[in-house]
């Protein structure tokens, strides 16, 4: 997939890196490095997902989200910050922000994560309400998922893990980025929990067809598009 970025960051050398790390996944990104340079660039131009730092000169990241979702603008939004504290994280989400990632940031996992709240917005504004990933189809307000038209029996945590590796669907997923996705956890625990779940899951799809569910040892999985 394909984005328009628009890459909010007033640490230049930090922003020279994002900028050749999300290039090489053949991504279009246009920086600026103030809150008011940033709504002007967004009045004039349409992008994809809005990559937001929360410490800005002018105005910061917290007072960009609340203007834009002021406005009714709908437009992702994943918010950089060097802040660890859950209350910072839950404010910036509160103002209207779709996710974050605390500094530094790793290339692989930032690229996923755009991806993913590109898809999930798009899903959201899509009537049919449901994603797929090859033969893999998911109805996330309906709870249900299919597979090349089977209907599959899935435990509640399973269909959160396949919803969260369909979202990402042809991206590696960390193993941290499940934990916090599917259980909602802020730290990786040391028990074989994902791994367990994975396994569970396979067997789940491994029913209708091959395994569609790729290991990437020490990073995470992926499923194929």
Known sequence: MTLQ?????????LAKQLV???????????TADDGRKALAFIAGNAFDIIILDWMLPTLDGLAVVRQLRGGG????????TALGQTFDKVE?????AD???????DGLELNARLNALVRARRASNDTTDTIGAGD???????????????????????FNLLFALVRHAGAIVTRPMLIEQVWGYDFVPTTNIVEAHIRRLRLKLTQYGDDPISTHRGIGYLIRE
Request: aromatic letters at 6%.
């Open 136 to 158: 893999i189809v998911i109805s996330p307000s309906r709870f249900r998922a299919w597979r090349k038209g089977h209907a599959l029996d899935l435990a509640r945590t399973e």
């Open 92 to 96: 910036g989400l509160d103002a209207g």
């Open 73 to 80: 603008m709908n437009v992702p939004i994943l918010m950089l």
């Open 99 to 105: 996710d974050y990632v605390v500094k530094p940031v």
């Open 5 to 13: 970025i628009l890459l909010v960051e007033d640490d230049l050398q």
């Open 20 to 30: 050749a790390q999300l290039s090489q996944f053949g991504h279009a990104v246009v």
